[in-house]
Nanobody, 115 residues
Framework: QVQLVESGGGLVQAGGSLRLSCAASGIITSTNTIDWYRQAPGKQREWVAALTGGGTTRYADSVKGRFTISRDNVKTTVYLQMSSLEPEDTAVYYC?????????WGQGTQVTVSS
């Protein structure tokens, strides 16, 4: 059974940094693509970043150059390092993966950036 558990959210001032973690079980992080999404109040969930099993990273234009996705295969944990945070980054952040035909989601972690 796939489980994803996010942590690391919090309140930070604009320009600050946070590192989110996604602890995964039931999948092999070195073979599965892990995505980060976010959902701001009143907005649709949007894709933020992805890390493929082969190590390729992709980012949404809105976070490129500020966010970095990485993983620790031993800990089966995927990270999202967020720097130069802006109030517009305020959202609930979710990690997600596709196994077979089913997409799995974590419970989310709140990130609030104050101006």
């Amino acid at each position: 059974q796939v489980q994803l558990v996010e942590s690391g959210g919090g309140l930070v001032q604009a320009g600050g940094s946070l590192r989110l973690s996604c602890a995964a079980s039931g999948i092999i992080t070195s073979t599965n693509t892990i995505d980060w999404y976010r959902q701001a109040p009143g907005k649709q969930r949007e894709w933020v970043a992805a890390l493929t099993g082969g190590g390729t990273t992709r980012y949404a234009d809105s976070v490129k150059g500020r966010f970095t996705i990485s993983r620790d295969n031993v800990k089966t944990t995927v990270y999202l390092q967020m720097s130069s945070l802006e109030p517009e980054d305020t959202a609930v952040y979710y990690c997600s993966t596709l196994k077979g035909i089913k997409r799995y989601w974590g419970q989310g972690t709140q990130v609030t950036v104050s101006s």
